[in-house]
């Protein structure tokens, strides 16, 4: 057994680069990637990325951070490393956000042109590209890696696509302005943002429907909560969203929806990443040009850190 | 309205074209202009929603008599309004150009008044002018160089659509069929009552404005305002921050 751990750790060291411990942080008007050391809090460099960067995450081997360029209609890639932004691949129009699938295709969503695009991003080819509702942006991969989520901004749909088909196969209505997605580890169910319903969702996978809501997080947190990044606790006992107006992020029990608690951050607190040992959880508060960083046991702002204009994403590699 | 079979609309998610339930909805005023525009671009934008849904939507223009099958009437009539509304009966009437104060506290049931009172439009400048006495401005419900808030999305719609820059009118119309659309989508069983019934009690719907918009006991849609200068300029968005009451800190007549 012991002999098993330590082959699966040679493996895995050998699959995925050591973590840069890097907080990688999209402004969408700086259009620029502030990178940031999460250990120190020290900003270590700013990368000028391209036009209208939003979407942020990894490859799978964690080697390269994609950027989703809206005015340059792009996807970047930065070595994670060097910090050096290697290519940009052409990725449709006005791509917004996008989720990696664990054979490294990035599922993308195309804002301006209603449509959700599958790219490979070792041979720049657009696999495929389906039709969505209007100003679709979040998306997210099931952990089986059998279903891609598109959200639709003005149409109130989490669209359900087929990866072995590549078509819709199903269509929820859901509260105005869903935003992101999240999936349980399991995959049974995922939760949806609304920002301007005010509302989180949980969607059982199996049947397609929303099995619970919370619309009452206006009353309980303040009147101008707007939902908008959502991210499962590791070990799956949270679910935490950030508030957007409400200038706060709230934990909420990931089945009921009930809030456990909420810590004030900076203005219109957008992205989210939790560290890997879940003590710390950032937003990025874009009209503040900061990110705020959560101590999740006390559920206070315990630092925050200074980033271009208008951060959006945020993807940390620890 | 025309019913698929459950299989055919199991289809249809993944097809498309089985259309489970489709609705009328009867216009009322020129035929030409920018309310009418901003609705053809909302009924289209219903039915780009409604493909997924199997519900579809489809704009009538209608005279004097309101067509039997319309589920909802789209009024660009100043004046008229009332007269509309009686010969409405259940059915929710959207109001989209009179701005008239006494058209919002009379309260007519079955009344929907889209485009901001003539109140609303006052409180918003009498704000903007407190905090910036010497700076003149005039409100409007909407701005074609507005980008906060997915409006730069909507206004690149209407500009592509139409090739005129879209404007508080448009904006009304769209406004209008888009919350007919989302709101028949939840419901599309539902005949003019229920429909008014849900329209009331939307507490959520999205005008592509940032804040949550509903409708008020007066019928008056509660909405955000933008501040314009005399250039036609996009100066700002009414309610300044902070102001109290909110989206409710702007022309909230009372009925009488």
């Given at each position: ?20 411990h890097r907080l990688f942080v999209s402004n969408?008007?700086g259009?620029s990637v502030t990178v940031i050391d999460s250990r120190s809090g020290e900003v270590q460099a700013t ?202 992020v ?15 951050v900076g203005v219109?607190a957008w992205g989210l990443a939790?560290s890997?040992?879940?003590?710390r959880l950032y937003t990025a508060n874009g009209p503040d040009a900061t990110v705020s960083v959560v101590d ?5 702002e315990v630092a925050t850190i200074p980033t271009g204009e208008m951060p959006w994403g945020l993807a940390l590699?620890d | ?256």
């Amino acid at each position: 057994m012991f002999r098993s751990i330590l082959l699966t750790g040679l493996i895995a060291s050998l699959a995925t680069a050591a973590p840069t411990h890097r907080l990688f942080v999209s402004n969408e008007v700086g259009d620029s990637v502030t990178v940031i050391d999460s250990r120190s809090g020290e900003v270590q460099a700013t990368v000028t990325v391209g036009g209208r960067p939003r979407g942020i995450g990894f490859s799978p081997d964690r080697k390269y951070v994609y950027v989703a360029l809206g005015d340059d209609n792009a996807i970047a890639v930065i070595d994670a490393q060097t910090l050096k932004v290697e290519r940009k691949i052409p990725a449709g129009s006005d791509p917004e956000a996008f989720a990696v699938h664990q054979d490294g295709t990035i599922y993308l969503s195309n804002e301006d042109e209603g449509l959700a695009s599958a790219l490979d991003p070792s041979t720049g080819e657009i696999l495929a590209e389906i039709k969505v509702g209007l100003e679709p942006e979040g998306v997210g991969v099931s952990p089986d890696g059998k279903q891609v989520l598109v959200t639709s901004e003005s149409s109130n749909m989490v669209h359900v696509i087929s990866v072995s088909e590549k078509k819709l196969v199903a269509n929820i209505l859901v509260g105005a302005r869903p935003r992101e997605v999240a999936f349980s580890p399991d995959g049974t169910v995922f939760w949806v943002t609304s920002e301007v319903a005010g509302h989180v969702s949980k969607v059982d996978r199996a049947s397609n429907k929303v099995v619970a809501v919370n619309n009452r997080l206006r009353r309980e947190i303040n009147p101008r909560v707007k939902p908008k990044g959502v991210l499962l606790s590791h070990d799956g006992s949270r679910l935490y969203i950030s508030l957007g107006r409400g200038n706060a992020v709230a934990a909420l029990d990931p089945d009921t929806l009930a809030v456990q608690a909420t810590a004030e951050v900076g203005v219109r607190a957008w992205g989210l990443a939790l560290s890997r040992d879940g003590k710390r959880l950032y937003t990025a508060n874009g009209p503040d040009a900061t990110v705020s960083v959560v101590d999740t046991e006390s559920m206070k702002e315990v630092a925050t850190i200074p980033t271009g204009e208008m951060p959006w994403g945020l993807a940390l590699d620890d | 309205m025309r019913m698929c079979f459950a299989t055919a609309v199991v289809v249809a998610l993944a097809a498309g074209p089985c259309v489970a339930a489709e609705f009328t909805l009867a216009y009322v005023g020129p035929s030409g202009g920018a309310t009418v525009n901003g609705l053809r671009l909302g009924v289209d934008e219903s039915n780009v929603q409604g493909e997924f849904l199997g519900v579809k939507l489809t704009l009538v223009p209608a005279g004097g008599e309101v067509p039997e099958g319309a589920i909802a009437v789209l009024a660009d009539a100043p004046g008229k309004v009332r007269e509309i509304a009686g010969r409405a009966g259940s059915r929710p009437v959207f109001n989209l150009t009179d701005t008239n104060d006494a058209l919002r506290s009379a309260c007519l049931p079955n009344v929907l008044h889209v485009i901001p009172s003539d109140a609303m439009l006052a409180d918003a400048v009498g704000q903007w002018s407190g905090a910036n006495p010497d700076r003149p401005a005039t409100a409007a419900a909407w701005h074609h160089k507005a980008v906060k808030f997915a409006a730069r999305d909507l206004n690149r719609r209407f500009l592509d659509r139409f090739g005129t820059p879209m404007d508080g009118q448009a904006w009304a119309g769209w406004f209008a069929a888009r919350a007919v659309g989302d709101t028949l989508m939840r419901e599309p069983g539902a005949g003019p009552r229920e429909l008014l019934a849900a329209l009331k009690g939307a507490d959520g719907l999205d005008g592509q404005k940032g804040d949550p918009h509903s409708f008020r006991a007066s019928g008056q849609l509660r909405q955000g305002l933008v501040f314009v200068s005399p250039d036609g300029d996009l100066l700002g968005e009414a309610p300044v921050r902070g102001a109290p009451g909110g989206l409710d800190s702007l022309g909230n007549s009372p009925c009488e």
